[in-house]
């Protein structure tokens, strides 16, 4: 019992620092898609560490968040968000305002920043979860930082589910899952705010287009 | 216990949400709204009842919580919502009219205009944390659209704005969230009640002080983003100027509120474990921040629109100073204040409506005579000026002095647990820094007051550029006008007896440790 628990405790931390590595390289990542598919990834990880959870804590309600968070943020979010860089036609590199090396200098700041502020109160949480709390805090404030770092709509737009799959992880993590009804509203707003932004920026493209193209048959007359 | 009238107040925004879709007639659509909107207020009149004889409740199986707080902030969804139904009518017909809104998208305006109330109604009566928090961030999702409802460039830009801003404030409320989650589970268990404020409130000086503080901040900066708190409180003045102006009256006068309203819910809990100070402290140094801001963006403001949205982040600060000093007055006083503000500053945006609508511009430089062109709209206009200045006849002036005899009696919130270092030092800094802030307020005071009306008889007086029609119709948009003008001035004199019962236990409520 005692061995499989520890086994158990090693296994999440590596899910969730796996979750923290793929944090790294969607900063280090300059190719917008390339960015989505990282965040695929990483929430791929998300649902593996939320299952192990259910799993060796026996709270099957947590399945019920695993596999919402399979089909909402590995299948339909990066799907929706790959659609919209294809109409945008965006192929250029993404524009950063601080460059890689310094981006992977402050996110690993904000790793230690994140592990300082929750070492007071790690010790109340479950022992097979317990690092598990700081690293999502680690990456709610890396998602943070990717917004403030990234100018392009869309790239803001996976800082934020970055940031949303920390919080995931933060609540399944030191608590074993918020209570379902919480839990279902957070999937649903999440899901229509990719969608809400999806569509704003494709109205974006629009208004820019249909600003041009007045322009020019201003000129012809 | 009223099951019924929760319920109404439910189903009512959603059945006309739904109506809205399929129906395509504009009288229609306003009628629905009108009927939605009269239910509301008219189950909402109920509740407070129930409220003030048989005091907090649940219902609904627990999902519900209702107190003299909740019941007080209902009141001013409904008041504000109905006065901005009634404005509406005009108001977007004509918007519709002139080809501004096409007309097969005038129902998709009051669909997701009455998913906003929805949302607001949902915020106010839920018994979680949790779902109120979720309720919070549809109310961003609702409002994005309408905030951009023009489709211009400008209000393209401020709804992304807003929506990226507003979603990742709260998305660190959420944090806050799971942090109360986090200690209570150590006290109730791992029970789907863990967040309800209907089980939290009476264990809550069981929860772990360190977690809360944490959760607390979260919450404040998560549901400060909402309010339009300095530091975060640049999407505002952009999405108030692209925003209709119903919506906009909406968001000032309605949606700040909830946001406040979901930051004193958390208080009342954290307060029980933490002391008072820590959450007051906080309170306070964020409502100066956001008092003496706005107050100096007010006087550099040539837009009228940003001016009223900069006053509203001044008054939200005033309101914040309120609740952070706390005692019965400072609380009452900023209960008061929120009231006051939805009442002015929705009369603002009305009146800043009719303007557009007239004068086809937002600068302040370029409207004059509004006395002459649109007298009825220079009146309410004035009117709420002198109220959002905090001038004597109006209510507001009662609640900005409570306020400020608050702070001069408190000072700052937890100064005389700080400071214990010889006792003379103590009373001394205590006096210097009482008087420091009461002079800071008084003098931000002064400017805001300035500023605003410096540009507001700028409007007012003078004769109307060439090209403009002279002369105001009567349409159904005034009535509301001139209600909440009457309140304004009303509530300086006499409260209604029941709104003065709501206040004062909604204060207790909020006084309880």
Known sequence: ?221 | MAMIEVVVLLIAPLLAGGLSLIIHRSALLHAINLTSMSLLVASEIMITRTVLTDGPFTTLGQLVYLDALSAFILFIIGAVGLACSLYMRSYMDEQVARGVIAPGRLNMFFFLFHMFLLAMVIATVANSVGVQWVAIEATTLTTTFLIAFWRRRQSLEAGWKYLILCSVGISLALFGVVLTYYSSLHVLGDVSEALNVSQLLPVADRLNPHVLKLAFIFILVGYGTKVGLVPMHSWLPDAYTEAPAPVAAMLAGVLEIVAVYAILRMRMIVDHAVSPAFTGGLLTLLGFASFVTAAFFILIQRNYKRLFAYSSIEHMGIAMIGFGVGGPLGTFGGLLHLLNHAFAKSMAFFAAGNIHRRFHTVEIGQVHGLAIAQPWTAMALMIAGLALSALPPFASFVSEMQIVSALSAEGFPGQRLTNSSGMVTLALSDQFSRLGLTGLFLLCAVLAFSGLLYRITGMVWGTPPEGIVRGETWTLGHLPIIVLAAALVGFSFFLPQSLRQLLEQATQILLLH
């Open chain 1, 1 to 221: 019992m005692q061995i499989s628990s520890h086994i158990g405790s090693q296994l999440v931390d590596l899910c969730s620092a796996l979750l923290l590595l793929t944090c790294f390289a969607i900063v280090a990542q300059r190719r917008l898609s390339a960015c989505v598919d990282l965040f695929a990834l990483q929430s791929a990880f998300l649902v593996l560490t939320a299952a192990l959870v259910a799993f060796l804590t026996g709270n099957h309600h947590i399945y019920i968040a695993a596999g919402l968070t399979c089909l909402i943020k590995v299948i339909i979010i990066p799907r929706v968000l790959k659609k919209v860089i294809e109409r945008l036609n965006v192929k250029r590199e993404l524009v950063m305002n601080v460059n890689v090396p310094a981006g992977l200098l402050i996110c690993g700041g904000l790793v230690m920043l994140a592990f300082f502020i929750t070492q007071p109160i790690l010790p109340l949480g479950f022992l097979l979860t317990r690092d598990s709390l700081a690293i999502a805090f680690a990456i709610v404030l890396i998602g943070f930082f990717t917004m403030i770092a990234r100018q392009k709509a869309v790239s803001q737009l996976v800082g934020f589910l970055v940031m949303e799959n920390g919080l995931f992880l933060g609540a399944t993590a030191a608590t074993y899952g918020m209570p379902l009804i919480v839990e279902l509203g957070v999937f649903f707003d999440v899901l229509i705010a990719v969608l809400i932004a999806g569509i704003y920026t494709n109205r974006l493209q629009d208004a820019f287009d249909s600003v041009d193209t007045s322009h020019l048959t201003g000129l012809k007359e």
